[in-house]
């Protein structure tokens, strides 16, 4: 039975990173590791697909850090502008 979780692990993960589905990687960083391999390989293959997990949560996290720097950055301008066009005397 072990064996068998272990490869339904390995598969369904395998299929979230496929799918870059990021709420099943993150459920899946949540669960504990299958306590056996049924072989190195299989072992080895769960662990290159942690790696490639944690890549994609690095991605996403740095593409958001991007996303929310560009906004500030946006903030900012549209503030400066709007102080600028409205700054007038009458």
């Given at each position: 039975?072990?064996?068998?979780?272990?490869?339904?692990?390995?598969?369904?993960?395998?299929?979230?990173?496929?799918?870059?589905d990021?709420?099943?990687?993150?459920?899946?960083?949540k669960?504990?590791?299958?306590?056996?391999?049924?072989?190195?390989?299989?072992?080895?293959?769960?662990?290159?697909?942690?790696?490639?997990?944690?890549?994609?949560?690095?991605?996403?996290?740095?593409?958001?850090?991007?996303?929310?720097?560009?906004?500030?950055?946006?903030?900012?301008?549209?503030?400066?502008?709007?102080?600028?066009?409205?700054?007038?005397?009458?």
């Amino acid at each position: 039975m072990e064996r068998r979780n272990s490869k339904e692990w390995i598969n369904s993960l395998k299929i979230a990173i496929i799918n870059n589905d990021l709420s099943k990687i993150e459920e899946y960083s949540k669960r504990k590791l299958p306590s056996e391999f049924s072989s190195i390989d299989e072992a080895k293959e769960a662990l290159n697909l942690i790696n490639q997990a944690i890549n994609i949560l690095r991605e996403k996290k740095d593409k958001i850090g991007k996303m929310l720097y560009q906004l500030k950055q946006n903030q900012k301008y549209a503030q400066t502008y709007q102080k600028s066009t409205f700054n007038f005397e009458a």
